[in-house]
């Protein structure tokens, strides 16, 4: 357990309460530990603390325009990395129709977001049907591979060195933004039974941002059946319910869909604004350095 040094304090104009009723003429700013999840201080400033005129260094802002990355690669490790740190790796992969090897990460988890099309992904534990707006989480360490209908965009999001939690979602339990029971699982079904042969498949294995390739005489993927608590699971965006709030904006880690070692991930879905007069209602400015 962790005892930060805690002691609630207030010093000058400030606002009762976070995100509501901000004293006039002022903007907030949130400094928190551990992003959303650690200890927090609200500052009040008389102007934004994103006035600045000129950024020089590399913590200059960017955006990053991932239409330009226009190449298909025939493996995922092939994708150009977006961003990366020592917890986790952004890959943009344009997904070819077939994979013609299988790969494996022994880097970390890997969570796939597909952003467009749809395809059949096909792993150690069976078979999956994937379309836009799934998410897909292989864990560490799981050979896989995917053959698209239709051409396919994806995001892949490397849990370096850790493994994906689900988040702790508190007083409002287990079952609330999505039901665990959601979770789809793969199935030993027909049509993994279907891709077994006994041709040469090679499967192309990261670890260490290294890349080695193991040649087997059949396919690996030959598992007759499985049982236990360690499985790729699929959600969709589609059934995430979001947190909703009239009085209060939300944080993101309110948003939050699978948790990493030092990062989350977050779904922002479609939901109303907060209708109360003196809510916020839109994120408000903060510091995460952590």
Known sequence: MKNYIAFPRIEGRTSRQAH???????????LGKEG???????????????????????????????????GAEASPWDAPTVLSNASVALRFWRVPERMVDLARNGDGDELIFVHEGAGDLYCDYGHLAIRAGDYVMLPRGTMWRIASAK?????LIEATNGSYQLPDKGLVGPHAIFDPAMLDVPAIDDAFLAQQDE????????????????????NPLDAV???????????????????MSHRYHLPPSAHSTFVGNR????????????????????????????
């Open 20 to 30: 509501a009723n901000l004293p006039e003429g002022t903007f907030e700013r949130e």
């Open 36 to 70: 959303f999840f650690g200890p927090a201080t609200h500052m009040y400033h008389r102007h934004p603390p994103t006035g600045w005129v000129d950024w020089q260094g590399p913590l200059r802002p960017r955006a990053f325009d991932l239409n330009r990355l226009s």
């Open 151 to 155: 051409p396919m965009t994806a995001l």
């Open 199 to 218: 041709k040469i498949w090679r499967v192309r294995i990261k670890r260490g941002g290294a890349v080695s390739t193991v040649t087997y005489p059949y």
């Open 225 to 243: 059946g499985w049982k236990g608590d360690l499985a790729p699971v699929r959600i969709n965006v589609a059934d995430i319910r979001p947190l």
């Open 263 to 290: 990062f989350v991930v977050c779904t922002f879905c479609p939901r109303p604004f907060e209708s109360a007069e003196d809510a916020l209602k839109v994120p408000f400015f903060h510091s995460n350095d952590d």
